[in-house]
């Protein structure tokens, strides 16, 4: 099992923006292929409100919205290797 950080990068120059969204994604375990279809799916979501104007720009914003995006996405990871219970 490895686990990798993906990139999404769009640039708009007309719009004067640039977004560099990361996410993880984990290999080698089948287990995780709904974890990784979902947190893809979760950021492009947020790139795409971001565009459309719907996040905070403001620096401090981002940078909380971020590190709860991470949060979010360790404790799915979490969830989803975690041996069924009986």
């Known amino acids: 099992m490895q ?3 993906k990139v999404i990068h ?3 120059k007309q719009k004067h923006y640039t977004v560099d969204a ?4 984990i290999a080698g375990d089948p287990r995780f292929d709904n974890f990784n279809k ?3 799916a979760m950021i492009t979501k ?3 409100a971001f565009k459309a104007g719907e996040t905070g720009a403001e620096a401090d914003t981002v940078r909380r919205w ?5 949060n979010r996405l ?3 990871a979490m969830k989803f290797a ?5």
């Open 22 to 25: 990361k996410y993880p994604q």
């Open 38 to 40: 979902e947190a893809r």
């Open 46 to 48: 947020d790139v795409a």
């Open 66 to 70: 971020q590190m709860r995006r991470e």
């Open 74 to 76: 360790w404790m799915s």
């Open 3 to 5: 686990v990798t950080s």
């Open 82 to 86: 975690a041996p069924p219970t009986k």
């Open 10 to 12: 769009e640039a708009n």
